[in-house]
């Protein structure tokens, strides 16, 4: 039997891409010990993760996908400038898993209604990604939403200097990645960056986009 062809993301038309995001992330089966770091694939990941601190701290963010109905879009956060962890970054809204959470997804939906506004009656939970481990120590797991127009924001100035979407379409297309080679230890990688507009996305947060790009079905990165 042939092997399914990777779908070309970026080119399928929205009510398409639409059905593929509900249909793909909540089919995603989910290995609890399975991490990712950045873009790399699952056989790149054990090479780096030693290089990282001990990822016993679970956190939760939400990759809100905004359905604007002839389009969709992903929401970003922009992180205040004196924060501890990741001033001034490109993020999702996310936080810390609290003892009173009931698990990742709700720990994000709160946090997503702390830091921005954003309420929980406007996200349709599509599902999880495979965690990510970032450089602070945290193993963050990403909540997929496809949230429905006609909500208001109220950001957290202690926490979010702003926000702005991007089309997820852009995000998924391979030819707008900007590829860069980054020092992790003594060890140098080759990592992706989503570039849009004024904005450039990198880090966890675009590893999280690249892993949501690879369950959709997109064709592999080099490197992959």
């Known amino acids: 039997m042939a092997a399914e062809r990777p779908l070309e993301l970026h080119r399928l038309p929205t009510l398409r891409l639409r059905e593929e995001l509900r249909c793909r992330v909540a089919g995603c089966r989910r290995d609890e010990n399975e991490l990712r770091i950045g873009h790399l694939s699952r056989a790149a990941t054990p090479q780096m993760e030693s290089l ?56 994000a939906l709160r946090e997503t209604r702390e830091e921005i506004g954003l309420a929980r009656e406007f996200v349709e939970v599509l599902g999880v990604l495979p965690d990510h481990v970032v ?23 202690v926490e979010v200097a702003g926000t702005f979407e991007a089309p997820l379409r852009h995000l998924l297309d391979p030819g707008t990645h900007a590829r860069r080679r ?28 690249l892993t949501l790009r690879e369950i959709l079905g997109g064709p592999p990165l080099h490197g992959d």
Do not use: C
């Open 52 to 107: 990282f601190p001990s990822a016993t701290t679970r956190a939760a963010v939400l990759i809100p996908v905004v359905d604007r109905g002839d389009d969709l879009g992903v929401l970003f956060t922009l992180r205040a400038d004196d924060l501890k962890h990741h001033a001034g970054q490109i993020s999702f809204p996310g936080g810390r898993i609290e003892p009173g959470d009931r698990d990742a997804v709700d720990a």
């Open 182 to 209: 980054r020092l992790f230890g003594e060890q140098e990688v080759e990592t992706f960056e989503l570039p849009w507009g004024s904005f450039n996305i990198w880090g966890a947060t675009a590893g999280m986009l």
């Open 135 to 157: 450089i602070t120590g945290y193993r963050v797991t990403p909540v997929v939403g496809l949230v429905r127009p006609g909500f208001e924001l109220k950001l957290d100035p």
